[in-house]
């Protein structure tokens, strides 16, 4: 599950790093059936290796991204399978982070989860979006969108998350763990 905001407006904003990095695996994934709407969310199925994974964007706002969850619970998913991958002001842009449980880091979408489940058992993968800076209103700056100078740099860690959810569906969660968590784009690269 890729969180993010929808709407146009929202569409290339450093919010968006989880939908961003769902559509990049949609890509990667073999017989990906397309994006279907449904009562809440964007949803589309492919096969990553012998797997099938289900893509999943909530269509409701990034603080009520706790909704999204309970109705795939109600479904019958269970936490540990269900990967969310959000946008992390705290890591530098071009790094991401892949973990089987934590906190909520002060993010929105990981607070109104745990808000709404109690639960914070399931793993998730942070994108790297930041470091935001210090006198920076951080709603303004993750409502941002991402700047000329940063393209590049954000084009890879997409690639990368993208790289990395497909390993966990693939191949688990431990395996995507010691390929991915070394992974960052020097930012000095350009």
Same mark, same amino acid.
């Given at each position: 599950m890729g969180l993010g905001n929808? !709407?146009?407006e929202y569409h290339a904003t450093r919010h968006?790093?989880?939908f961003m990095a769902v559509d990049a695996l949609a890509r990667r994934l073999s017989r990906f059936?397309?994006?279907r709407r !449904?009562?809440?969310d964007v949803r589309g199925e492919g096969r990553a290796g012998r797997h099938t994974l289900l893509l999943v964007k909530p269509q409701q706002y990034m603080n009520r991204s706790g909704e999204a969850i309970r109705g795939l619970l109600s479904e019958g998913w269970i936490a540990p399978?269900?990967?969310v991958i959000?946008?992390?002001v705290y890591l530098p842009l071009g790094t991401i982070r892949l973990r089987a449980r934590g906190g909520t880091g002060g993010h929105q979408g990981l607070e109104s989860i745990h808000e709404a489940t109690g639960m914070d058992d399931y793993p998730r993968l942070r994108v790297g979006v930041g470091p935001a800076p210090p006198s920076a209103d951080l709603p303004e700056y993750v409502l941002a969108?991402?700047?000329e100078d940063e393209r590049e740099r954000l084009n890879q860690v997409i690639d990368a998350a993208a790289g990395c959810a497909f390993d966990a569906g693939a191949e688990g969660l431990v395996t995507a763990m010691n390929r991915w968590n070394r992974?960052?784009?020097n930012s000095t690269e350009e």
């Open positions: 929808p !709407g146009e968006n790093a989880g059936g397309g994006w !449904g009562k809440s399978e269900i990967l959000c946008d992390d969108p991402f700047g992974f960052g784009v």
